[in-house]
């Protein structure tokens, strides 16, 4: 009993924090594709401009047509709103060497970053890939979507404009 | 034994979420968490030999809950198989409900502390990686202690202890052995700051792993003390990604292995070469007597594993070639090689069309390892087993994979893919079915979407899949539309049937009628922020359901399903 008494204290002052509790990028170290350790609370820095943090996998059919229709309109973006997309791939062992060619055989121009444990996955509650979330310009998550169909790219933008205050 | 651990992560939880609640205003505390379940009501259908469990209705649901606070973090999982779908684990059975995960955390002056559960992974994991894919129902998650420590940029430390996560009770059941590891890894791009460091790294790491179980057995005298150590080295530039590992284990007579005492290695090289518009990979790893799990006994492949051993081959994303005839690693002993090109051709050229065309091939094998049995000259030689090499393939193929995908898009709202696969799978040794004869199998896929407005769309996949072995042929039809960013509604038929003869020699033994059977299945889903909800109702042909490098057999099914998704 006393462990249901102890659980049931956790989760009270866990919910009676949440309501006041502001989405933030965790910190964890992930790697880039050049082998470098980086924070994700450095990589969210983006001069005060919003970030794409978008989870997706060379095995995830609906990823690679998310990132790729993004790719087609990413300069404009970046252009009109300065948004950062950092692409985090859960590829494991398996399948991670397969990244880097990948992304330049599509030509991305995102910064690409490896989860191959599932670290930053795990910190931020995804369950399946895709999983985007949007960080406004302090770096707080304001939105997320877990899954792609076609249009929701655009659906994606504007709410990046609306958090770049246009 | 097991409740008193449990009841101190409780503690310590609630222990933290309370001190942090006043504080919050001022610290920013942090909750998150998430939720998922998969439910099936399963209806009886002889055709497809669906299995209903008594209960009728299965359910697998996980919830996790993260504190943060500064430098501190706590989290718990609670997991519910009450009972679980059918085919779930892939190992030992999970029943009831409880929890499955707890840790706390917290990070000091470079120094990273975690107590309770946790997962690991070093270098590629050829002799030490702690992973959860809840979906397979692979969950080796560490319990004990782990440090990781930083005493110098670009200097990276890491040391553990603990027991494995075996099975699911009511809760978390470890497995029987200690696992003790310690890893260390520089990088030389963190290390040095220097014009070459800017554009070229080196990392060098190595690990040394050793799991204590007590020797019980009244004939053998088993190792107590087994170690395993790998050595890393990574070359990397802008361009170019090179990487070669190897572990060497020592003695670990063991249940997978016939009890022999040989030692057993592994070793992977691989090559990427990288620039605007083309990727190329290769690859080649050896393996040999590499099952390493922290039970000598564990009952399945799939239980206590300490390492991970991946399959060298491309993993399939269509229906058909993903979940009929997918490689799995043969961590006994298999050499295995694969090489693939990316390449986009630009808008404009010949091959690039008005919309730019892309190119996937790939090619993958896998072989046995060759080897020398060793006769009952004496006992030690014996006890031995056999001797091998690495990189030394036996004449039997287990597979081997040659694929070709044309990515174009025809129209601004149109896009193709045609994709092509040959293969060749040695069903008796990768799925265990002895007696089976080899599937040669050609594939032809065909994806097409269309864009009807900014927000509508339909995309469909038809394929076809020819082998005159195992089930004969198999064709699909999958249409999917699409109303971002909310809904979509899917329907699919998967049907076998068999051409080639009156009768059709079933397992290469059995003569059987061929069967035409349909398997049809439908799906609706909504989406809105971090929630997604998915119903599928109809026929689910037996397959098997990867993530990752694990596969999970899925048996066939009729009925409802439907999946939830839940992040805050």
């Given amino acids: 009993m006393t462990m249901r008494y102890l659980i049931a204290a956790g989760l009270a002052a866990l919910v009676s924090t949440a309501a006041l509790a502001q989405g933030r990028m965790p910190a964890v170290q992930l790697q880039t594709m050049e082998g470098k350790r980086t924070d994700t609370r450095a990589f969210v820095e983006n001069d005060g401009k919003p970030v794409i943090v978008n989870f997706w996998a060379t095995w995830c059919a609906p990823c690679k047509r998310e990132l790729n229709a993004i790719a087609e309109v990413y300069d404009q973006w970046q252009a009109e709103t300065g948004v950062k997309l950092v692409a985090v791939s859960i590829d494991d062992p398996r399948s991670v060497a397969r990244v880097a060619p990948y992304v330049n055989g599509q030509g991305w121009e995102y910064d690409v970053l490896l989860d191959p444990n599932g670290e930053l996955k795990r910190a931020l509650n995804v369950n399946n890939v895709p999983h985007t979330f949007l960080l406004d310009g302090k770096g707080d998550i304001v939105w997320q979507h877990n899954n792609y169909e076609p249009g929701d790219e655009k659906a994606l933008y504007r709410k990046v404009r609306e958090v770049a205050g246009q | ?409 025809v129209a601004p709202d149109w896009e193709l893919a045609l994709t092509y696969l040959n293969l060749v799978y040695d069903i008796d040794v990768v799925q265990g079915k002895p007696g089976k004869p080899t599937v040669y199998a050609d594939m032809v896929i065909l994806e097409g979407l269309h864009n009807f407005t900014d927000r509508n769309s339909v995309r469909f996949e038809l394929q076809h899949l020819s082998t005159r072995q195992d089930l004969g042929n198999w064709a699909t039809a999958l249409a999917e539309l699409t109303f971002s960013p909310h809904w979509f509604v899917a329907a699919m038929d998967q049907y076998n049937y068999v051409t080639f003869d009156e009768t059709f020699l079933m397992d290469g033994k059995t003569e059987v009628k061929p069967e035409r059977i349909h398997y049809p299945i439908g799906s609706v889903g909504y989406i809105k922020g971090g929630n997604r909800f998915q119903v599928n109702y109809g026929r689910q042909r037996a397959g098997i359901f990867c993530v990752g490098g694990v596969c999970r057999v899925v048996p066939a099914a009729n009925g409802l399903s439907v999946s939830i998704t839940s992040t805050f």
């Fill in chain 2, 1 to 409: 034994m097991r409740a008193a651990p449990f009841r101190l992560a409780a503690a310590l939880l609630a222990a933290g979420a309370t001190a942090i609640a006043p504080a919050r205003a001022q610290q920013g505390a942090q909750v998150h968490g998430n939720f998922s379940t998969d439910a099936q009501y399963y209806n009886t259908d002889s055709a497809i030999g669906a299995v209903v469990p008594p209960q009728r209705f299965g359910a697998n649901a996980w919830g996790n809950l993260i504190v943060t606070h500064g430098p501190f973090e706590a989290g718990l999982r609670f997991e519910a198989y009450n009972p679980p779908l059918a085919g779930y684990p892939a190992g030992l059975p999970y029943k009831g409900s409880g929890l499955g995960y707890r840790y706390a955390k917290f990070t000091k002056d470079g120094l990273e502390v975690t107590v309770g559960n946790f997962y690991e992974q070093f270098g590629q994991g050829l002799v030490l990686r702690s992973y959860e894919e809840r979906y397979l129902g692979v969950d080796n998650a560490m319990d004990g202690f782990r440090l990781r420590y930083t005493p110098y940029r670009g200097v990276h430390l890491k040391g553990l202890v603990g027991l494995q996560r075996m099975s699911f009770d009511n809760g978390t059941v470890n497995g029987p052995g200690i696992v003790r590891a310690f890893d260390a890894e520089v990088s030389l791009a963190e290390l040095l700051d220097s014009a070459w460091t800017s554009a070229h790294n080196i990392i060098i790491g190595g690990s040394f792993v050793s799991k204590y179980q007590e020797d019980r057995d009244p004939a053998l005298v088993l190792p107590e003390n087994v170690g395993a150590w790998a050595a890393r080295l990574n070359y990397i530039t802008p361009r170019w990604n090179l990487l070669a590992e190897y572990a060497h284990k020592i003695n670990d007579p063991n249940g997978r292995n016939g009890f022999i005492y040989k030692p057993g290695q592994a070793a992977t090289l691989s090559a990427t070469y990288g620039t605007r518009g083309i990727g190329v990979m290769m690859g080649v790893h050896s393996f040999d007597n590499m099952f390493f799990q922290s039970d000598r006994a564990a009952p399945t492949p799939f239980d206590l594993n300490i390492n991970f051993l991946p399959p060298l081959t491309k993993q399939h994303t269509y229906n058909l070639p993903a979940t009929l005839y997918p490689y799995a690693t043969q961590p006994n002993g298999e050499v295995a090689a694969q090489g693939e090109v990316f390449y986009s051709f630009k808008r404009g050229s010949p091959l690039g069309g008005k919309h730019g065309t892309k190119l996937a091939v790939n090619y993958a094998v896998a072989y046995g390892l060759d080897t020398l049995r060793l006769g009952a000259a004496d006992d030690t030689t014996r006890r031995l087993g056999y001797r091998a090499g690495l990189f030394s393939p036996s004449e039997r193929m287990y597979f081997q994979d040659i694929n070709v995908e044309l990515r174009k898009k």
